[in-house]
């Protein structure tokens, strides 16, 4: 489980097209229970990207949930705690209670249930 989490983590990272350059633009951003969502109002095609990505995503965690006899709920949870972690300076992602952006040269501020799962990367 660990091992494909890492792949979407370092797929999501650096993603290339359309949905890399919204990230990049700060349109983008990661969610804390592991899917991509829209800070500011996105164009058609963007939406249907990200759309994409998250269905990708949802089916991901699904099979993984099965495997490990989990809520898939919780797969993407951890998957988004590692995303999150990954967010670029001056980069968006989302918590529970609202969206946050990563200060140039300070650690993404992860909530205390991602400590153990992203390496304490705060």
């Known amino acids: 489980?660990?091992?494909?989490?890492?792949?979407?983590?370092?797929?999501?990272?650096?993603?290339?097209?359309?949905?890399?350059?919204?990230?990049?633009?700060?349109?983008?951003?990661?969610?804390?229970?592991?899917?991509?969502?829209?800070?500011?109002?996105?164009?058609?095609?963007?939406r249907r990207a990200v759309r994409d990505i998250n269905i990708r995503r949802r089916l991901l965690y699904g099979q993984l949930a099965e495997r490990r006899s989990v809520a898939p709920r919780e797969v993407g949870i951890t998957a988004g705690c590692n995303l999150m972690a990954r967010t670029p300076e001056k980069g968006w992602y989302q918590l529970p209670e609202g969206w946050q952006r990563r200060a140039p040269g300070q650690p993404v501020a992860l909530p205390d249930y991602c400590g153990a799962v992203a390496g304490g990367a705060r």
């Open 1 to 46: 489980m660990i091992g494909a989490l890492f792949l979407l983590a370092a797929q999501s990272a650096t993603p290339a097209g359309l949905v890399g350059e919204a990230i990049a633009k700060g349109q983008v951003g990661e969610r804390y229970d592991g899917y991509l969502d829209f800070v500011a109002t996105p164009e058609d095609a963007l």
